[in-house]
């Protein structure tokens, strides 16, 4: 590795050794903040810098905070420290942040600026002064409080296996096993310990739906949905935008992804798939195993992602010599992952629950595409710029995905488990997209009734994942289980309407790899380029950086779809049947 990152910044307003133990240690510099004068352009540019260099340094303390929480559930002294941000910073910040918000709202040089980030910025200050009601942060405390149990609580599921005690990651890894008895027992063992603990996190959703729409109505608003667009700082798209899209799913993606899962069916030997089957491959098709370790996971990741850019390997290097990975499942952990920017030193952490699968891999890239976008963005002057739109972080993550499949030779030792890997990628960049829109569907149903019975929540639940998941998978008998997919969703808990992003993203994502293919380096060029923006520029101008277009149009997607199902026609001849 080239090692060209260096970390961390230097501090100018805070002292180099300051570390916050209590709201104590924050509050002389919320203080100077709303002393300071904002009547020319320097002292508005020595304002700007230190309530970001403030800002980032809370945002690092309390992200460390949740990284060592969600890498070990079971550690209560973790627990704690997370919690006490939660429960004794953050009610103290929220209305010193609100102050220093109507500060900067009132100051004229800022209603006039022309820089478009500025303009961005003062965009995100206006939404959150509408938003904030000093009698909603005793409940938004609260709801952090509900959506950091959601980890904790599937963090420790755990099924028996001959013996053997599985984390449910590690549990999967057996789905994919060509002894369908097998597969049909562990698929068996996951679903009934998910079920064990439904109404316990049937009762946790109820509580945050009741929370939520109480904090939207106590804003001023008819429901949780425009206030959370609103909070998520959707200005370059409504929820019309997300119909479409779920419309154009239906239409344009759906039933390719049928005849994936009939094509499934016809290489086991199948009449029908079952839920235990749709991962499988017959005997002669051993489960790709791209990495055995973490070790392994880590050092074959740096080469990939070097492969593609020196850049991007120096990122992992980097990340790698500071020890912010965490990527093997093991007791404890949170579900998921994560790569977590850490806004101060600027080098992110990545979590994950890796046991050794293509999905794995897949996610290894994902996350790692956020970390490359978050050293793109170290440099930027304001932490308002590096708190990157969920759109543009998930087409930097997502785009790696597609890129990172030039690299599979790192992976794997024979052509022909190369091409299968890419064949699987990118079958999986499509039949995710139906998934997405369903979550996001199912979003959409339940904050527009509150109020609605868990009974209502499983029924509507079916029908939508029955309409998006169409009817290549034969749920009877198992209807039970198929009304509790959704609860293996953990954005539906922890980051509510954050899901419909990953389907903008991939759209975006694929037309990135199209043009890698048609253009070669310009395509990266470009989209380096756009993820070096940050939040310097809108959702819809970084997209149009990257040589791609936001948005659902089903047109664009019958073209992107089509491009794909070409490139997986020319892969087939080199996937063996």
Same mark, same amino acid.
């Given at each position: ?8 910044? $230097? ?37 700007? $810098? ?33 919690? =006490? ?49 000093? +009698?909603?942060?005793? @409940? ?6 509900? +959506? ?14 001959? #013996? ?11 789905? &994919? ?13 996951? /679903?009934? !310990? ?9 009762? @946790? ?53 049928? $005849?994936f899962h009939s094509d499934r069916a016809k290489r086991l030997k199948l009449d029908q798939l079952r839920p235990w089957d749709t991962r ?50 093991? &007791?404890? &952990? ?48 304001? #932490? ?17 995905? *597609? ?28 039949? %995710? ?13 339940? =904050? ?11 029924? &509507? /639940?079916?029908?939508?994942?029955? $309409?998006?998941?169409g009817v290549a998978v034969d749920w009877s008998g198992l209807e039970w289980a198929h009304a509790l997919q959704w609860q293996a969703q953990l ?6 309407? =954050? ?21 070669? +380096?310009?395509?990266? %060029?470009?989209? !380096? ?30 073209? *992107? ?17």
């Amino acid at each position: 590795m080239s090692q060209k990152i260096s970390l961390p910044r $230097r501090r100018q307003f805070l002292p180099d050794d300051w570390q916050l133990n209590s709201w104590e240690d924050a509050a002389p510099f919320f203080e100077q903040l709303e002393l300071m004068p904002l009547d020319e352009p320097d002292r508005l540019d020595a304002f700007l $810098r230190c309530r970001s260099e403030l800002e980032s340094a809370l945002d690092e303390n309390l992200a460390w905070r949740y990284i060592r929480m969600t890498c070990n559930t079971e550690d209560v002294e973790k627990r704690t420290a997370y919690e =006490y941000f939660i429960e004794s910073v953050y009610p103290q910040m929220a209305p010193w942040n609100d102050r220093l918000n109507r500060k900067m709202a009132d100051c004229a040089l800022l209603r006039h600026h022309t820089d478009p980030g500025l303009r961005l910025y003062m965009q995100r200050i206006l939404a959150e002064i509408r938003l904030y009601r000093a +009698e909603n942060i005793p @409940l938004l405390t609260e709801l952090k409080q509900l +959506e950091s149990r959601y980890g904790a609580l599937v963090g420790a599921f755990l099924i028996e296996l001959d #013996g053997q005690e599985l984390t449910l990651p590690q549990a999967a890894v057996l789905l &994919k096993s060509p002894d369908r008895a097998l597969r049909e027992r562990v698929w068996h063992l996951i /679903w009934d !310990r998910r079920a064990a603990d439904a109404d316990t996190l049937n009762d @946790l959703m109820d509580r945050m739906l009741a929370l939520r729409h109480q904090i939207a109505l106590g804003a001023g608003f008819d429901s949780y949905i425009p206030y959370r667009f609103l909070e998520l700082g959707r200005f370059d798209y409504n929820s019309d935008d997300c119909l479409a899209f779920h419309e154009a799913i239906l239409t344009e993606v759906l039933p390719l992804c049928e $005849r994936f899962h009939s094509d499934r069916a016809k290489r086991l030997k199948l009449d029908q798939l079952r839920p235990w089957d749709t991962r499988a491959e017959p005997v002669e098709h051993q489960p790709l195993t791209p990495f055995d370790s973490e070790k392994q996971l880590t050092e074959r990741s740096i080469k990939a992602f070097a492969n593609i850019d020196p850049y991007f390997g120096d990122c992992l290097y980097t990340m790698r010599e500071l020890g912010h990975f965490d990527l093997y499942s093991r &007791k404890g &952990k949170a579900p998921g992952g994560y790569n977590y920017p850490l806004m101060e030193t600027g080098a992110p952490f990545i979590f994950m629950n890796a046991a050794g699968t293509m999905e794995d891999l897949e996610t290894m890239m994902h996350e790692g595409g956020h970390a490359v976008h978050s050293f793109l963005t170290a440099d930027l002057p304001l #932490g308002a710029y590096r708190q990157l739109p969920s759109e543009t972080a998930e087409l930097a993550s997502m785009s790696m995905e *597609l890129l990172a499949m030039e690299s599979y030779p790192v992976f794997f030792d024979r052509s022909d488990e190369v091409q299968r890997a890419r064949y699987e990628q990118l079958q999986r960049s499509l039949t %995710v997209l139906p998934w997405i829109a369903a979550i996001d569907a199912f979003q959409h149903w339940m =904050y527009a009734h509150p109020g609605h019975s868990r009974t209502d929540r499983a029924a &509507k /639940w079916s029908e939508i994942s029955g $309409r998006f998941g169409g009817v290549a998978v034969d749920w009877s008998g198992l209807e039970w289980a198929h009304a509790l997919q959704w609860q293996a969703q953990l954005h539906l808990f922890e980051v509510p309407f =954050y899901y419909i992003e990953y389907g903008f993203a991939q759209l975006g994502a694929l037309g990135v790899w199209k043009r890698r293919l048609e253009l070669g +380096e310009q395509a990266l %060029v470009d989209y !380096r380029a756009a993820l070096s923006l940050g939040q310097t520029r809108s959702v819809r101008d970084v997209y149009d950086r990257a040589g791609v277009r936001f948005g659902a149009e089903p047109h664009r997607i019958r073209t *992107l779809v089509g491009f794909v199902e070409s490139y997986l026609n020319q892969l087939m001849t080199h996937v063996p049947d």
